[in-house]
Structures are given as structure tokens and as C-alpha cells.
């Protein structure tokens, strides 16, 4: 059985270079040598089997080539969607996504945010579950901040990818108010130590000029909490004609309640999300659900945070306007009774 080859130290592509360990660093580097220097350095090093062990490699250059994607509830099928998508991109621009999952937690939030920062991560993009906190002001005077959805409190994120939640609430609630529903539950994740998350706020503005009676219930994303929470609501005497859930993952515990008590979509209760995850389409009834786009804000995070940290002028801010994917859950007309 042969032995494994002892990995090839910077000094033997000095040897075979005729260079100077520091002028081989340098080139590997890409920095203070000609681009002759660096592809025949490169090409030493490639020969020799050389790698730059990682750590020296982030201690020479103050890189770690990571980004972390602080996720507010990987329970939510969404977010799923989006740390694979913003973790693929990352890789193509040889970056690494560390994803961590604040599982719906504002202090939990905070603390993995410090220490991704403590990590020494390049770069963070987060979606933020409490946007006012102030430790945001204080980690973007530090590291790259990339922040999706929502804006950070402070307004000093170096990028933001913002949701037209606004025009998102419209969309969702016209929609309703057109199919003759006059009382509307609306579940959302957002906790009680965040009341003021701009589409919670669009939510009240919007059912008052629309003449909606709304009902804003905390509902959990995961899918047990979620059923358990719309088996109490929907089960009781005054059951809305109407839930608009700000999330699909809610609405699909929604499904799950109807089935559980007898009820039909939208027979006796019309179901609207809020992301048009992919599943959404293959219920039965489909989802009606508002679409953000989950491609463009990929990109446009992706394409934020890799910029700031290699010091590219950029479009700091990306407004992602919603569009409305109309499906057989909302049905046609109000259910009658």
C-alpha cells in the first residue's frame, strides 16, 4: 500500500519557482506580484499538489470566504427554500454559507448573530425576526450586514433586500374583500416583543379602508403549532369566512385543521399564504398565496453581501415587489351561512 504524499509546504513552490516564500504568498494571494508571476506560481503550486491550509489562508488574508445566514425559523418551509438557494449561490462564488436557525427566538437571534460575528464570519445576511433591535446598528459597524424582508434597525445594514409588504397586505386583502368575505383571521409569526413589523402594521391600515373585520392571532410556523392553533379558531362558534396566513408553512397547518374538523377550502373557509412556496401549488385546493420571487431575492442578497465584502460599488438597497398567485383555496365567491 503506498503512503499518502505529505502535503507540499510553501517553501518547496519557492524552490521550484526560484522565488521568495513571501513573493509565492503574495502571488497566491493575487496581490503586489504581475499576473505572470501569479499564474506561474499557481501553476507551481497546482503541480506540487500545494494547498493553503484554511486557517493560515484567513489569518494572511482577514477572510474566512464564510458568510452566515442567520435564518429566523428553518420550521418554515420558506426559509428552507431560501438557505438552500442563498447557500448554492454563495458556493458558486467560492464563498461558504454557515446557516444558523434562531427557531423563532428574538434573544436567540441576537446571541447567534454575536457570535457568527465572533466567528469572524465575512459577511452576515440575516431575516430578522425583531428588526429594531438595536444590536443591528452594532454589528453592521463591524461586519457586512445583509438584511432580507424587513429593514435594520439604525439604518446602517450595508444592504437590504425589502419586501413591498404594504403592496403585499393589498394584494392579499383586496382579493378577499372582492370575493365578499367581511371578516378575516390573519395568523403571523411575529411575537409579542415585535408588534410593529411592517406587515403586521399594513395589516390593520388596510383591513380599516377596506372595511375588513380582521382578527390578528401569533401563530408558530411549524406545522403541529400551527394546526393546533387554527383547530382552536376555526372549531369555535364565530369561525371566520376568511384566514390569511403570513406564511404558507401557517396556511398548511391551516389544511390540516379543516381536514381534522370536517371543513372545506374554501367551501366553508377561504385559505391565502404569503410566500407561494412551491408545495403551495400542489395542494388540494392549491394555495392562493402572495410570490415574492424567491430567485431575485437570492440573487439580489447574494449579489449585496459579496459586493460590500469585496469592496464593489453597489445598489445598496433592492425593493422586491410582490405579485398575487391566484389558486382554487380562495374559490370564487364568500361560502354561504
Not at 202 to 221: C, I, K, S, Y
Not at 276 to 293: C, E, F, G, K, Q
Request: charge should be neutral.
Amino acid at each position: 500500500m503506498s503512503e499518502k504524499r505529505k502535503r507540499a509546504t510553501i517553501r518547496e513552490v519557492a524552490q521550484a519557482t526560484g522565488l521568495s516564500p513571501a513573493a509565492v504568498s503574495y502571488a497566491l494571494r493575487g496581490i503586489q506580484t504581475s499576473e505572470e508571476t501569479q499564474e506561474r506560481v499557481r501553476a507551481a503550486a497546482q503541480r506540487l499538489g500545494y494547498e493553503a491550509h484554511p486557517i493560515a489562508r484567513a489569518l494572511a488574508s482577514g477572510r474566512t470566504d464564510q458568510v452566515g445566514l442567520l435564518c429566523g425559523s428553518l420550521e418554515d418551509y420558506w426559509q428552507q427554500s431560501l438557505a438552500v438557494g442563498i447557500g448554492r449561490a454563495l458556493l458558486a462564488r467560492d464563498r461558504y454559507a454557515l446557516i444558523v436557525d434562531a427557531g423563532g427566538d428574538p434573544d436567540r437571534e441576537l446571541a447567534l448573530a454575536r457570535r457568527l460575528r465572533d466567528q469572524r464570519v465575512d459577511g452576515l445576511i440575516v431575516q430578522p425576526l425583531d428588526p429594531s433591535a438595536a444590536l443591528w446598528t452594532e454589528l453592521a459597524g463591524t461586519i457586512p450586514v445583509v438584511s432580507i424582508g424587513d429593514a435594520l434597525h439604525g439604518g446602517q445594514a450595508q444592504g437590504e433586500v425589502v419586501f413591498d409588504n404594504r403592496r403585499g397586505v393589498t394584494l392579499a386583502l383586496e382579493h378577499l374583500r372582492e370575493l365578499g368575505h367581511q371578516r378575516v383571521t390573519v395568523f403571523t409569526p411575529t411575537g409579542a416583543s415585535t408588534p410593529d413589523r411592517p406587515a403586521d402594521v399594513h395589516v390593520n391600515a388596510e383591513a380599516e379602508r377596506l372595511g375588513l373585520r380582521v382578527d390578528v392571532v401569533v401563530v408558530p410556523q411549524s406545522l403541529a403549532a400551527a394546526t393546533e392553533v387554527a383547530l382552536r379558531v376555526l372549531g369555535g362558534p364565530d369561525r371566520p369566512s376568511a384566514v390569511f396566513c403570513f406564511a404558507d408553512s401557517i396556511a398548511y397547518g391551516v389544511y390540516a385543521a379543516t381536514r381534522e374538523l370536517g371543513l372545506a377550502v374554501p367551501g366553508d373557509v377561504a385559505v391565502c399564504g404569503y410566500d407561494n412556496h412551491p408545495m403551495s401549488a400542489l395542494l388540494t385546493p392549491p394555495l392562493t398565496s402572495v410570490d415574492w420571487d424567491i430567485d431575485g431575492i437570492v440573487h439580489s442578497a447574494v449579489r449585496l453581501v459579496v459586493d460590500v465584502i469585496d469592496g464593489k460599488p453597489r445598489k445598496r438597497r433592492v425593493v422586491r415587489e410582490p405579485s398575487l398567485r391566484v389558486r382554487a383555496s380562495t374559490g370564487e365567491t364568500v361560502p354561504a351561512g
